[in-house]
Nanobody, 126 residues
Framework: VQLQACGGGLVQPGGSLKLSCAAS????????VGWFRQAPGKEREFVAA????????FYADSVRGRFTISRDIAKNTMYLQMNSLTPEDTAVYYC????????????????????WGQGTQVTVSS
């Protein structure tokens, strides 16, 4: 599976961005996909995930209510709508797909994801 992320950029605090991640090489049906982020000097952290087939969603506490993960099955593409952005959201955002059928307790761990996009920079600053 090849993943191509895009949509990052510079936005002011309180603003919005929508990230996209297009998958090729294999259908994502039946597997979870997600977004992670890594800020300078910090570890990669879970942001959000969605089960491709059932559509169940999972969010980090820090983004719940502000970010929305979704997917377009026909386009084999997933999205991350980010609203009410703060400087603390500044990071490189990575999309990822797992080759495993993860249970809820496993879905937030980046080590359970096999395929990664190249990352897109999101900078929130005035």
């Amino acid at each position: 599976v090849q993943l191509q992320a895009c949509g990052g950029g510079l936005v002011q605090p309180g603003g919005s961005l929508k990230l996209s991640c297009a998958a090729s090489g294999r259908t994502l049906s039946g597997y979870p996909v997600g977004w992670f982020r890594q800020a300078p000097g910090k570890e990669r952290e879970f942001v959000a995930a969605i089960r491709w087939s059932g559509g169940g969603t999972f969010y980090a506490d820090s983004v719940r209510g502000r970010f929305t993960i979704s997917r377009d099955i026909a386009k084999n593409t997933m999205y991350l709508q980010m609203n009410s952005l703060t400087p603390e959201d500044t990071a490189v955002y990575y999309c990822a797909a797992s080759g495993l059928r993860l249970i809820a307790s496993e879905i937030r761990a980046f080590k359970n994801y096999d395929y990664w996009g190249q990352g897109t920079q999101v900078t929130v600053s005035s």
